[in-house]
């Protein structure tokens, strides 16, 4: 289904004929918040199943026109990827490992039953567009441009089965800090009503239909006074899996590290390997394995574990304070921020924003 790597996409660049004033632009990117404002320009690429990836464009960011009966509307065959682009100490622009971010999408493609992209054109398709809006980089400190590359089905037909055409997006949007100053502790519910992703499901994809499932389970953690939900597995109700956003870490007293394994039902976070990685560089033991709600709350109260992190994104690196569900809550250690919490965050940061050395090749610079 894919193009050959040795076939590469050329993109057509189409500047907008009326891009946004400077001043105006200038005013959105001191205080952009999240997901709000966008840049001028998009990436599209179309897909047919006699012609492959073709039309690869870099054009004004704009409505689409979508036949009413195409089948991203009915059966949300959807997928999507979030990144950053980071303003370095030195004020060149880089990416994160968005090779890794080029692979997660065409699992997720495989799984939603959509074509793969070349990797190749997935992160050329995201270099050249934050390289023609890098104007939109925003001007707050620890700001980044957000970067959303997405896939939906635009044919038009009702039949359920794989679509025969499609269209591969990317739009930028400048995001301001995730956080004021350093990440305050979140409080989560644990959700023991909805769970995310079930054995055999779409867990593992990051498709749209994923997070359109959590919203409800979401604002029941909100509407108990809680930051996020805490999704358990399917089957047992037992094993904790992963935030609505964010993969979990769990620290005990002797540095050993626990994550949940990857067996399908949770998303890979680009974000968890790394820290994986940069831990056990640091001489810690990380295991993933399997981690009980039970455990989690006896742990806590004897002590035995000292802190639970989420990580992902857009946040990278939050301390988990509080836990509650309908059986009551627990606090983790101080209910604040821990120092191995801390102290990977510091080192993934730095890292990103090119202030410590990039010993395995993660940053990619923009020229
Ligand atoms: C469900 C879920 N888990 C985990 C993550 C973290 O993944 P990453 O570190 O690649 O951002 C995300 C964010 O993309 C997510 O949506």
């Not at 994160?96 to 050329?124: G, T, Y």
């Not at 089965?161 to 997006?169: D, E, I, T, V, W």
């Not at 919203?215 to 899996?241: I, M, S, Y």
């Not at 626990?258 to 390997?273: A, F, N, Q, S, Y």
Request: aromatic share 10%; hydrophobic share 40%; charged share 20%.
């Amino acid at each position: 289904m894919a193009d050959s790597a040795d076939n590469p996409i050329d993109f057509t660049h189409l500047p907008h004929p009326s891009p946004v004033p400077d001043a105006e632009r200038e005013r959105a990117i001191a205080n952009p918040g999240f997901g709000k404002v966008f840049t001028d320009h998009m990436v599209t690429i179309e897909w047919d199943e006699n012609r492959g990836w073709y039309d690869a464009t870099i054009g004004p960011h704009g409505p689409l026109s979508l036949d009413p009966a195409c089948a991203v509307l009915h059966y949300a065959q959807e997928i999507f990827e979030g990144l950053k682009a980071y303003r370095l100490a030195d004020g060149t622009m880089a990416l994160f490992r968005p090779e890794q971010n080029a692979r997660r999408f065409n699992h997720s493609a495989d799984r939603l039953a959509m074509p793969n992209l070349p990797e190749d054109a997935f992160v050329e398709a995201v270099r050249q567009l934050v390289l023609v809006d890098k104007a939109w980089f925003p001007s707050v400190d620890g700001g980044s441009l957000y970067i959303r590359p997405f896939m939906i089905a635009t044919e038009a037909f009702l039949g359920v089965r794989p679509a025969k055409q499609y269209k591969f997006l990317v739009i930028l949007s400048p995001a301001g800090n995730y956080f004021k100053s350093d990440a305050p502790a979140v409080s989560i519910w644990v959700s023991k009503d909805y769970t995310r992703a079930a054995p055999g499901g779409t867990g593992a994809a990051k498709c749209g239909g994923n997070y359109a499932a959590s919203l409800v389970p979401h604002a029941n953690a909100v509407r108990h006074g809680n930051d996020q939900v805490c999704f358990l597995d399917a089957a047992e109700h037992r094993w904790v899996e992963e935030l609505g956003g964010m993969n979990l870490f769990f620290v005990f007293d002797d540095g050993t590290l626990v994550t949940p394994p990857l067996t399908g039902t949770i998303l890979p976070g680009i974000t968890r390997d790394s820290l994986i990685t940069l831990a056990r560089e640091e001489g810690l033991t990380v295991c993933e394995q399997r981690y009980g709600i039970d455990q989690w709350r006896v742990d806590a109260q004897s002590g035995r574990l000292t802190e639970t992190f989420a990580c992902g994104t857009a946040a990278v690196v939050t301390p988990v304070g509080k836990v509650a569900s309908h059986d009551g809550e627990f606090t983790v250690g101080s209910g604040g921020p821990g120092q191995t919490t801390q102290r990977l965050r510091e080192k993934l940061v730095a890292i990103q924003r090119g202030t410590a050395e990039d010993r395995h090749g993660w940053l990619m610079r923009l020229a």
